[in-house]
């Protein structure tokens, strides 16, 4: 897989399913043979977009047929709407299905874990179940200029401003090919945003019967490696961490291997 300037977008393609908007990318007839569907689930201020960039379409080639929502947000929102959508997207997909969520949306697919139709979940950089306040807290007083540019995230799209990219990516990432992405980010439900500091009814994925990956990242600023270690422990998964990657993993310098990585767990499901 190649690098891909983040100003070119690799479009998902625009479907309805059973109702619920989603964007598809379809593999090869060859390659989706008994693989099961993949259900992304993007992240605060992100949108299914998120996901058009290469990453939907690796998991793709892999012959995973994939799909992504938006969820519908406004500041009445809250992450029961989140999560009463995203379960109608798993429905609609008329099979067990293997549901990926980043930050929030891993949050989200936690919450997922007792429905039938949820094969696996893999989450990338996700909110633990003990909510963000402590992640808040830490960032608030030891980067509060950081604190501040991620406090904009419920503004309209593009209005956050250029440093909310130094929460966002690791040192690595060349900041000349990320306007494209700041302008989209954004319209944030501040109410989710809210109810997601608070620590979560998260039943663990051991006693759910539920295979599980967790990913973190060691430059991720917004969701530091000591709570990625307590969401592995909760759940009973040993989660690893990508060295250099920051905040937006599937979308930061060397995402091809984030791929690679949540491909191979999902080959090894069987």
Same mark, same amino acid.
């Given at each position: 897989m190649s690098d891909l300037p983040l100003d070119e977008a690799i479009d998902g393609e625009p479907l309805r399913l059973n109702g619920e908007e989603m964007?598809?990318?379809? $593999?090869?007839? @060859?390659?989706?043979?008994?693989?099961?569907?993949?259900?992304?689930?993007?992240?605060?201020?992100?949108?299914?977009?998120?996901?058009?960039?290469?990453?939907?379409?690796?998991?793709? #080639?892999?012959?995973?047929?994939?799909? %992504?929502?938006t969820f519908r947000r406004d500041d009445n929102a809250g992450l029961a709407d989140f999560t009463e959508q995203a379960r109608a997207a798993l429905l609609a997909?008329?099979?067990?299905?293997?549901?990926?969520?980043?930050? *929030?949306?891993? *949050?989200?697919?936690? =919450?997922?874990?007792?429905?039938? #139709?949820?094969?696996?979940a893999g989450l990338l950089a996700p909110v633990s179940p003990e909510g963000l306040w402590w992640s808040a807290a830490r960032l608030a007083v030891a980067e509060p200029g950081l604190w501040q540019a991620v406090s904009?995230?419920?503004?309209? $799209?593009?209005?956050?401003?250029?440093? +909310?990219? !130094?929460?966002?990516?690791?040192?690595?990432? !060349?900041?000349? %090919?990320?306007?494209? +992405?700041?302008? =989209?980010?954004?319209?944030? @439900?501040?109410?989710?945003? &809210?109810?997601?500091? @608070?620590?979560?009814a998260v039943s663990?994925?051991?006693? &759910?019967?539920?295979? &599980?990956? +967790? &990913?973190?990242?060691?430059? !991720? =600023?917004?969701? $530091?490696? !000591?709570? +990625?270690?307590?969401?592995?422990?909760?759940?009973g998964v040993t989660p690893m961490l990508l060295p250099g990657c920051g905040h937006l993993l599937m979308l930061d310098q060397g995402w091809e291997k984030v791929a690679q990585r949540v491909i191979g767990w999902m080959d090894r499901l069987g």
């Amino acid at each position: 897989m190649s690098d891909l300037p983040l100003d070119e977008a690799i479009d998902g393609e625009p479907l309805r399913l059973n109702g619920e908007e989603m964007l598809a990318w379809k $593999p090869a007839a @060859s390659r989706a043979q008994s693989r099961p569907p993949v259900l992304l689930l993007h992240g605060a201020a992100c949108g299914g977009w998120i996901w058009q960039y290469g990453f939907g379409a690796a998991l793709a #080639r892999a012959g995973y047929p994939t799909y %992504a929502v938006t969820f519908r947000r406004d500041d009445n929102a809250g992450l029961a709407d989140f999560t009463e959508q995203a379960r109608a997207a798993l429905l609609a997909l008329g099979e067990p299905a293997i549901v990926l969520g980043h930050s *929030l949306g891993g *949050l989200i697919a936690q =919450r997922l874990l007792s429905e039938a #139709r949820l094969k696996a979940a893999g989450l990338l950089a996700p909110v633990s179940p003990e909510g963000l306040w402590w992640s808040a807290a830490r960032l608030a007083v030891a980067e509060p200029g950081l604190w501040q540019a991620v406090s904009h995230m419920t503004d309209p $799209p593009g209005k956050a401003g250029a440093s +909310i990219g !130094d929460a966002l990516f690791g040192p690595d990432m !060349d900041r000349d %090919a990320l306007p494209g +992405i700041l302008a =989209r980010l954004g319209g944030e @439900s501040s109410r989710a945003l &809210m109810e997601a500091q @608070s620590p979560q009814a998260v039943s663990p994925a051991w006693m &759910m019967g539920k295979p &599980m990956l +967790i &990913m973190g990242a060691t430059a !991720d =600023r917004l969701i $530091p490696a !000591d709570s +990625i270690a307590r969401c592995g422990a909760w759940h009973g998964v040993t989660p690893m961490l990508l060295p250099g990657c920051g905040h937006l993993l599937m979308l930061d310098q060397g995402w091809e291997k984030v791929a690679q990585r949540v491909i191979g767990w999902m080959d090894r499901l069987g």
